[in-house]
């Protein structure tokens, strides 16, 4: 995080395939000004003829705790 802040809106596959990530940006690897989920990972494989997606994300991150509440889902893109 630092003095910066990065926030995804699309993920590119390929140069061919692009996935949208929400409407609005959302923050990667640090909980920023209150807006969750919070992007932890992305991954794209590929699956015989799919590209799945991975998402990660948590509700927060603390210092005890590290990422809180971490939920994975996987999805396919055409």
């Known amino acids: ?3 910066g802040h990065v926030a995804l809106s699309r993920f590119e596959v ?3 395939k692009e996935v949208f990530l929400d409407v609005s940006p959302q923050p990667f690897n ?3 000004m209150g807006r969750a989920p919070v992007v932890t990972r992305l991954a794209a494989r590929q699956v015989g003829a799919e590209v799945v997606l991975e998402r990660c994300t948590a ?3 603390t210092w ?3 990422y809180v509440d971490m939920v994975c889902e ?3 893109i055409k």
Do not use: F, N, Q
């Open 1 to 3: 995080m630092g003095a």
């Open 14 to 16: 390929g140069g061919r």
């Open 30 to 32: 640090w909980p920023c």
């Open 59 to 61: 509700s927060d991150w």
């Open 64 to 66: 005890e705790k590290g």
């Open 74 to 76: 996987s999805e396919a």
